[in-house]
């Protein structure tokens, strides 16, 4: 019994396909639960006003945006390493997920930075390099897409993935180096006692805890659709011959 | 491999479009901004460090599909990979080619076209050093572009998109040791930071693109 018993594809679709129904459901239970006590049942904060609340949407689609992209690295590897086909559609089911992800922490943030900073936009460090993330998600997508064979395809996308990685945590800390932000520090860090203070802290992980279950269960289903995709492509190709 | 630089900087030369394309390229962009901007020195002044980078990645990424295109359409590139060369060694010698024949013209112009867009005189200096520092590793960064992109049919517009976010980091540190030098502040950071670029780049990607090469080659 190890884990590479799931890269074959069928018995990857016949153990995911129960999960993803429940996976889904408590996701979206965590969701709303989550999004109700974060907006109805907690306090105003003193200087944000209500505005704070967006808090909720934004802290888990940023991190769901890194690390969906860190979840493509690791399949990414996986796919040059073991040649295990799944791996290389889960991280091509990733990506659209993650690209998502990254704007609406985007989008989130400019809508709350205008009352707070008083502005959608600032070339600020976090923001900036959240913008080149965009376009490396972008590029991504873009090749797999513009590649017809489908094992090319996978093997040029994985070593985008991993140069990206690098020139992403690159691009990280040059734009520290290139401008002062207005962004808080991380809301999310270990090294800290109380990042947040807990009464809004514990909402907000029930919502993270809601995107990373709607994220498994997302890619789980997309990922089952290629394997399908591929199978039917299959299927065509023999009939024609 | 240096039989292999050689044949390509003869090809470049004979061949013409290298050298003359980028540089004729950035002289354009260079001229348009203060056509965009307005031709007030101030203002230009401000901005040149900026502009004068991006103008040169810009012409450095034009150059970039020639790098592979030419020899897999004629059939050199397999015959490449099969020679006891190894093809890490041939995507090398073709980073350092395109920057022989693209960023170190860019480098050698720049300055002269400084002037065009009133640079403090204190940057100069800082302008040169920073492009030769940073060019080689635009070079090698669109080596491996090329390499990702060499087997589609329109792949240029592509590779830009796979390529220009790769080039933020040279080019933040670039511009901003020339701004630096233009404000009489210490540049040497920046340039320390380009040049790591630099090195890492032609250390480890020829590995990525000969990879890149051999998917596409296969």
Redesign the interface.
């Known amino acids: 019994m190890s884990i590479w018993e799931y890269a074959n594809p069928k018995k990857f679709i016949a153990t995911t396909t129960p999960l993803v129904p429940w996976l889904l459901g408590v996701s979206i239970a965590l969701l709303v639960g989550g999004l109700i006590w974060g907006f109805f049942f907690t306090p105003d904060d003193f200087r944000q006003g209500s505005t704070v609340k967006i808090f909720y949407l934004h802290v888990p689609s940023a991190l769901m945006a890194i690390n969906v992209w860190f979840m493509m690295l690791i399949t990414s590897l996986v796919w040059l390493v073991r040649r295990h086909h799944v791996s290389a559609l889960a991280a091509r089911a990733a990506a659209p997920i993650g690209i998502i992800m990254t704007v609406m922490a985007l989008i989130t943030g400019a809508i709350w930075g205008q009352p707070m900073w008083g502005t959608w936009w600032a070339w600020d460090p976090r923001l900036t390099s959240f913008l080149i993330l965009f376009l490396f998600y972008l590029g991504y997508m873009a090749l797999w897409e513009a590649i017809e064979d489908p094992d090319t395809a996978a093997d040029l996308t994985s070593v985008l993935c991993i140069v990206g990685s690098v020139f992403a945590v690159l691009s990280r800390y040059a734009v520290n180096f290139w401008n002062q932000g207005l962004h808080q520090p991380a809301s999310l860090s270990l090294d800290k006692e109380e990042n947040v203070a807990d009464v809004f802290w514990y909402p907000a992980l029930v919502c993270i805890a809601g995107f990373v279950l709607l994220f498994v269960a997302l890619v789980l289903m997309r990922t089952a659709t290629e394997i399908r995709v591929r199978r039917i492509k299959a299927l065509e190709a023999r009939m024609r011959s | 491999m240096i039989a292999l630089l050689r044949r390509d900087l003869a090809l470049a030369v004979r061949a013409g479009g290298g050298f003359g394309l980028g540089l004729a390229f950035f002289l354009i962009v260079v001229v348009l901004v203060p056509f965009g901007v307005g031709p007030e020195a101030a203002l230009l002044t401000l901005i040149a460090p900026g502009i004068l980078w991006v103008a040169a990645l810009l012409a450095a990424l034009l150059s970039l599909d020639r790098i592979f295109a030419l020899d897999f359409e004629d059939g050199s590139l397999p015959l490449l990979a099969t020679s006891p060369l190894p093809l890490e060694g041939v995507a090398l010698i073709k980073g350092i080619a395109h920057w022989i024949t693209t960023g170190l013209p860019l480098t050698l112009a720049a300055p002269a076209l400084g002037f065009l867009l009133n640079l403090a005189p204190s940057a100069y200096v800082w302008l040169f050093a920073s492009l030769a520092l940073g060019t080689p590793a635009l070079s090698m960064i669109g080596t ?1 572009g090329a390499a ?2 060499v ?2 049919r329109r ?1 240029g517009l ?1 590779m830009s ?2 390529v ?3 080039y ?2 040279t080019l ?2 670039g511009a ?1 040791a020339v701004r630096r030098g233009a404000d009489g502040l210490g540049a040497a950071t ?1 340039l320390l ?1 380009l040049a790591g ?1 630099t090195l890492g780049s032609f250390a ?2 020829p590995f ?1 693109a000969s ?2 090469l051999r ?2 080659l ?1």
Request: hydrophobic share 70%.
């Open positions: 491996f990702l992109t087997g589609l792949g592509l998109l796979l220009l976010p790769l933020v980091p933040i540190f901003e920046p930071m670029i480890l990607l990525a990879a890149a998917v596409n296969k």
